[in-house]
């Protein structure tokens, strides 16, 4: 394999299989230094054990890869000296004050005593957690415990940082602190890979995505592309009675093809190739009785690009990520 | 969980700060295998610290067993609480002590349920060293539980007849089984799915072997296979050398299988618990 002194992530053919189950079945990867490169999929697609081969927590069994151009197989060490991770779990430690975690990390990464409790002041400060410092985590809100595991992955600033579901379960405003401080992490200059299955946090954030389903990657592309390649425009339709949506579905099937229902009940959007077939499409709505509350003409979703690619939408996949890691029980 | 969503959620994280934090850490070198296991034994100190209930747990049953024992069958089976509780006291800090190592596989298991482990993974430091730092940290744990015992022993009347420095002895040589012990209930930690499950099969092992060896009857009075079996266990040996290192008359045969057992223990557990922890 030739290396790129441009790509930070280099993945040919991995593969891994936990029993029958091949969880990651050929996944080809190229992500660019510097960038944010998300990595979307429903629950169960592979994201996780493909994020855990690269962060060297477990071995591929066939395919290789390079983090920063060092071997994930052979330069295991090598490369775990210059990525963190911040796994699905805050990985954390309940039972220790946030201020004793960062010290835990800094110690661990080599930092003197004084110098891994001034690191953590810092971080603590930055990532507004000074109030919280000497509280046990498990007394933290779910917001502040992921602020503290990122945390947690910069006490030496990593060159590439693996990012598992950084928001799954946070509220919107602890969720924008996140994509914040995942913009600033770019902006010093970290390389981000980021699993996550919100299409629009990798809408947001990435300058490239790989789309995964079923342990392979579907398609791959800057968020503009993947768009495009679906269709040129995207019509939405709220109406103003859900009662309506059979026949609205039915109108506009008719008149454009292939309806999407949206979680909204009264909702649907349909591909669209212009603004005049959309227009008339509406008024072929009017003319059927069924009243509309608001339409409109955009870009296509990364949902309807999901729905393109795989044929089922992206919420609607099993929830059973085989990795050996347990999810989460409130304990 | 968040029982309290605290104030102190509403500071963001402000972009500046955060930008500022992550551009000023140079890599310093990595740590050495001694200093990244150490770590790890503070982190266990900490917990001791913060969460005191675990070894509250592990110290109340045998307290209550010492109590129990002395005061309703003492009399009944050494003649008088005092040369009971002679007999039993050695046993008693054996078997709080080997009751102790359970919650390693246990703390093992919790920290693989949370995630933790594969932060720890992550890092470049020494590869075993999350585990042989939380065993050293346990075996302080060890120590304060024994000391707890010994202590209430002596509130009690025991007077050991080598005096400290036999007290100190025992206590060291338990400390040294305790740790090779350990290593059984880490691997256990690793192979099963919740720390609920660890602490069942831990205990459903070391409980009976603790009433099936001398801590705290004389097996002179059991049926001959029982007492047989009582006789090769190594629990039973371990009681006996620590009677004999706290009256002063130890065989030096008694602390040498104890010793080899401990390595025998650490030998075979050590690895194999290393080996699951990479792939865990």
């Known amino acids: ?331 | 969980m968040s029982a309290t969503p605290a104030s102190a959620d509403a500071s963001p994280a402000d972009a500046d700060a955060v930008r500022a934090a992550i551009s000023s850490t140079p890599r310093p070198p990595r740590a050495s295998a001694v200093s990244a296991a150490l770590t790890f034994g503070w982190r266990g100190m900490l917990k001791v610290k913060h969460v005191p209930e675990q070894l509250l747990d592990v110290t109340v049953t045998p307290v209550m067993f010492l109590l129990l024992f002395t005061y309703l069958f003492g009399g009944a089976i050494a003649g008088s609480t005092g040369d009971y509780l002679d007999y039993i006291l050695p046993g008693i800090l054996v078997m709080t002590v080997l009751f102790t190592t359970v919650y390693s596989g246990v703390a093992l298991n919790t920290d693989v349920t949370r995630g933790v482990v594969d932060r720890f993974r992550s890092l470049p430091i020494w590869r075993p060293a999350p585990l042989v730092g939380s065993l050293l940290g346990d075996s302080v744990r060890y120590l304060v539980a024994g000391t707890v015992i010994i202590v209430l022993g002596v509130a009690l009347g025991y007077r050991p007849g080598a005096g400290v420095g036999g007290v100190v002895a025992a206590l060291a040589l338990v400390v040294v089984f305790a740790f090779g012990l350990s290593w059984i209930f880490t691997t256990l930690g690793l192979l099963m799915r919740s720390p609920n499950a660890v602490m069942n099969a831990g205990f459903m092992g070391i409980f009976p072997l603790t009433f099936l060896s001398n801590v705290f009857v004389d097996p002179t009075t059991l049926p001959a296979p029982l007492e047989a079996f009582v006789n090769a266990n190594p629990i039973s040996i371990l009681a006996t050398a620590s009677r004999g290192l706290m009256e002063g008359d130890a065989h030096a045969g008694d602390i040498a299988v104890v010793l080899a057992v401990a390595v025998a223990l650490t030998a075979v557990f050590a690895p194999v618990t290393t080996r699951l922890y990479r792939r865990s």
């Open chain 1, 1 to 331: 394999m030739t290396t790129h002194p441009s790509l930070a992530v280099e993945a040919t053919g991995l593969r891994k299989s936990y029993g029958e189950t091949r969880a990651v079945d050929g996944v080809d990867l190229a992500v660019r230094t510097g960038s944010i490169y998300g990595v979307l999929g429903p629950n169960g697609a592979g994201k996780t054990t493909t994020i855990r081969m690269l962060a060297t927590l477990v071995r591929p069994d066939a395919g290789s890869a390079r983090v920063l151009g060092r071997d994930i197989v052979h330069e295991a060490d090598a490369v775990r000296d210059a990525v963190s991770l911040t796994g699905q779990l805050a990985s954390v430690d309940e039972d220790l004050t946030g201020r004793e975690n960062l010290v835990l990390l800094g110690r661990l990464l080599g930092l003197r005593r004084a110098a891994a409790r001034a690191r953590a002041v810092e971080l603590l400060g930055a990532f507004g957690l000074a109030d919280a410092a000497g509280r046990l985590v498990k007394h933290y809100s779910g917001g502040m415990r992921r602020r503290l595991d990122i945390a947690a992955s910069l006490v030496v600033t990593p060159r590439l940082m693996f990012l598992d579901e950084p928001t799954t379960g946070l509220d919107p405003r602890s969720r924008n602190q996140v994509w914040e401080i995942i913009r600033a992490l770019v902006a010093e200059g970290t390389t981000v890979l980021l699993c996550t299955q919100y299409l629009e946090e990798a809408d947001s954030l990435a300058d490239g995505i790989a789309v995964i389903d079923h342990g392979r990657v579907i398609a791959e592309g800057t968020p503009g592309q993947l768009k495009r390649s679906v269709g040129s425009g995207s019509l939405h339709v709220r109406l103003l009675d859900p009662d309506q949506r059979p026949a609205a579905q039915q109108v506009l099937d008719r008149a454009l093809g292939s309806v999407m229902l949206e979680p909204d009940p009264a909702a649907l959007s349909v591909t669209c190739p212009d603004a005049d077939r959309a227009a008339l499409a509406v008024a072929e709505l009017s003319r059927a009785g069924v009243r509309v509350a608001e339409f409109a003409l955009g870009q296509p979703s990364l949902d309807e690009v999901f729905l393109a690619l795989t044929g089922h939408p992206a919420e609607e996949s099993p929830p059973d990520e085989p990795s050996p890691v347990e999810e989460e029980t409130a304990s």
